[in-house]
């Protein structure tokens, strides 16, 4: 009864910490429609006739804005723009070092943005930006004005350039001359006529353009369901490997063995499988509250860290193919091991649970490193708890399956060289990922040394390398040749054949192909100095003018929200949009209108807007997209892309980056059916 208690007191534990850290993950990482960023402008009087303006931002966690200078690169490389902070001209107002970056009181952290694949200055958390100013002689006062120009980002999305304006008086300034300095059209709730370029169109359609519409909301239940199966898979793996394997009939013949009866042996088991997960989720969750899910990934997106975990990777994998072996002290497992032997009860199951992952540390280890860093990515307490949890959960499934049923144990394979086998292809797996984490170092620092050919290149000579030792074509140091008399497993000639034809899958990509099922590692496609895959087709750059043309065919709309400096945009482009597939279906029954959110051209006119409580001041054309995607759909982030019948409605769900082409075609010709049915 007493074992009991303690099995069901950790299972509510362990259930109670997963929902209170879930709720507390998923609350965190929600992020409301904003810039993600506040402003607070002051002005500090120096003397009568002198004082400096100081506007203090607050950006939020996990987010960044960049810094007021940023490097120079070739044309190629798309660069956001600096963090600018203005003052605008006024009659006896002089502002010092007006052409100057504004002082900064924070230096910008250097980092390399996975969005832009450059090396960026980045601001965050608080900081103040300053200038000076001062009064002509014989002026006794005059209005501050001006704006902090800026592009919040995380490591997954950018909102677009948004502005935060200011109007502060300084000495004695008479009401009538406020905002005299600048004279901007106050434009209708829409904006429709305000901003409009075409004059074919009449203003009612036009407003029905702008009409704000619902769309439904993104929700990262996808990528957290991913991590949560990439953990799952990677601790069934982890129970493939000499460290794990042989301590499954160890571990399970301690539980089963002596006079315990059968109720017991099976608790024991459960409370050994619930240690396991706890000892993980724990593991996991402690790391990134010392550190925070927004340092983490920091950490996770900085070239030097990608750097030294690409040697580490390497490291694991030499180990793992035969040149040495990596252990843990053997004092720690020892000690536990010790402590376990001391204790009784619910304490021993434990700490002989912190044994097994002890001892397990060098097979484990590459697995959880990889499994962290992807799940730091998503910049919450969500991704490193599912991934951990999940990884927990793979590896302690087993040991309640055998306390069950014990006479599975007599069923497994006994510890031989196929476990070697398996740990050379763990480490050829491990070569393989290294090599992502070297091109982000590659592409931060500008080696050029690992541009996409390359990359494939070694990639496909691996691939070929692991099919010819599946085949027993190749071997290693702790092999053992002789067993099998030469003859190759069934099971491992089909895995030979899956490696030898991912290989030749790769092939095409020297040539530019997009490779969509390996986006996520391979250096974007700008690197790629030979490109016999392209395409293009016709795209209006202005809204009312794609809509227009529209009308007259009497076709769909596909409205991509783009930018510049985009990277998502520029890969889902190539991944997607230059298919033939794609391309021919939107030719064939779309009018395609590309909106840059970034595109400086200034307006004819300026126009003012009330969005959110603010007044916001339109001037380029980058300006007028970007507001009207907030206006109109709700949203800041780029890619976005939204099917609209002729009146501006939408046709579906919209989509945002996603490389999978089945899905985009299939998305596309939901909206020409909706359309149909809509005439």
Known sequence: MTHAKHITSLTAATVALILILTGFAS???????????????????????????????????????YGTVMPEYD??????????????????????????PAECSEQPDIHFDELMQLNLPWLSGTFTLSRRFRLDDGVKGATIAGEVRYMSCSTKLCTSPSRYEFSLSFGEVAAATVQESESVPEADPGVSTALSSSGSVSKEIIEEWWAPVETETHSESQSYWLIFIFGFLGGLVALLTPCV???????????????????????????????IIVIFLLLGIVITLLFGPGKLNEIATSAVFNVIFFLILVVFALSFL???????????????????????????????????????????????????????????LMGPLLGMGGFALGLALPFGLFAFFPSMLKELPRSGSWLNTVKVVLGFIELILSLKFLSVADL????????????????????????????????????????????????????AVGSLGFAVYLLPGMWGAPLKGISAFAPPLYTQDFNLYGGEFKE??????????????????????SGYACVNCRKMEGA????PAVRSMIEDNYVMIKLMVDDKTPLPEA?????????????????????????????NSQPYYVLLDNKGKPLGAPRSYDESIDAFLEWLQNGIENYKTRR
């Open 607 to 635: 126009v003012k807007v009330e969005e959110s409580g603010q007044t916001v001041t339109l001037r380029t054309v980058g300006d007028k997209w970007s507001y009207l995607q907030r206006h109109k759909f709700s949203i």
């Open 75 to 100: 044309e190629k490389a798309a660069v956001p723009d600096p963090t600018t902070l203005t003052i605008t001209p006024a009659p006896g107002l002089t502002v010092i070092d007006a052409d100057a």
């Open 322 to 380: 035969g040149a040495f072996e990596i252990t843990l002290p053997s004092k720690w497992s020892n000690a536990m091991d010790a402590k376990a032997e001391k204790t009784t009860g619910f304490v021993s199951i434990f700490f002989m649970a912190f044994t097994l992952v002890l001892v397990s540390f060098s097979c484990t280890g590459p697995i959880i490193g990889t499994l962290l860093v992807e799940a730091f990515s998503e910049g919450s």
């Open 540 to 561: 209006y750059a202005d809204y009312e003018e794609g809509m227009s043309v529209a009308a007259e065919k009497h076709l769909p709309v596909l409205l991509d929200f």
């Open 245 to 275: 394997w042989p301590m499954i009939p160890m571990t399970m013949s301690f539980f089963l063995k002596g006079k315990k009866s059968r109720r017991r042996s099976i608790a024991d088991a459960i409370s050994y499988g619930l240690s």
């Open 27 to 65: 609350k965190a990482s929600a992020a409301p429609l904003s810039t993600h960023a506040r402003w607070e402008a002051t002005i500090e009087k120096v003397s009568e006739r002198e004082g400096i303006l100081r506007v203090k931002g607050i950006i939020e966690d996990g987010w960044h804005v």
């Open 444 to 495: 931060a620092y500008g080696w050029g040394i690992l541009d996409r050919e390359i990359f494939l290149a070694i990639w496909i000579v691996l691939f070929v390398l692991l099919g010819m030792y599946l085949l027993g074509k190749l071997h290693f140091p702790h092999d053992d040749v002789e067993e099998g008399g030469g003859k190759t497993g069934i099971f491992r000639f089909f895995l």
């Open 576 to 579: 997607v949009f230059d298919t």
